[in-house]
C-alpha cells in the first residue's frame, strides 16, 4: 500500500509564502501523475497544481504564477511552493498520487491546512 504524507501546512499572513511536502512511500513517479487539491469549508475539492508523469506541469488558473509544483525523484517527494498567498487559498491541502494506467491504483494524503489570514 503506497502511502502519501503532506507536511507544510500552517498559518500566513496575505502575501506571505508556505511550501507543502508530499513524501511517497514508494517509487511511482514514472506511472503517476502528482497532484495537488485543495478543499475550503462548503465548497467543492479543486485541483490546483499537476505534474504529469513526463514532468510537465498544469495550474488552474488562480494560482498559476504564484504557486508552483516540483518533484524530487532521489527523495520521492512533491513540492507544492506557494508565494504571494491570499486569504481565498485557505484550504485543506491534499496530495493525490493519479495512474496513468487504469490496472493501479490512486493514492491520497491525510491532508494539510493552508490558513491565510492577517
Known amino acids: 500500500q503506497v502511502q502519501l504524507v503532506e507536511s507544510g501546512g500552517g498559518l500566513v499572513q496575505p502575501g506571505g509564502s508556505l511550501t507543502l511536502s508530499c513524501t511517497i512511500s514508494?517509487?511511482?513517479?514514472?506511472?503517476?501523475?502528482m497532484k495537488w487539491h485543495r478543499q475550503a469549508p462548503g465548497k467543492q475539492r479543486e485541483l490546483v497544481a499537476t505534474?504529469?508523469?513526463?514532468?510537465?506541469?498544469l495550474y488552474t488558473g488562480s494560482v498559476e504564477g504564484r504557486f508552483t509544483i516540483s518533484r524530487d525523484l532521489a527523495k520521492n517527494t512533491v513540492t507544492l511552493q506557494m508565494n504571494n498567498l491570499k486569504p481565498e487559498d485557505t484550504a485543506e491541502y491534499f496530495c493525490?498520487?493519479?495512474?496513468?494506467?487504469?490496472?493501479?491504483?490512486?493514492?491520497w494524503g491525510q491532508g494539510t491546512q493552508v490558513t491565510v489570514s492577517s
Open positions: 493525490h498520487a493519479d495512474p496513468d494506467y487504469s490496472d493501479n491504483d490512486p493514492y
Open positions: 505534474i504529469t508523469s513526463g514532468g510537465s506541469k
Open positions: 514508494e517509487t511511482i513517479f514514472s506511472v503517476y501523475a
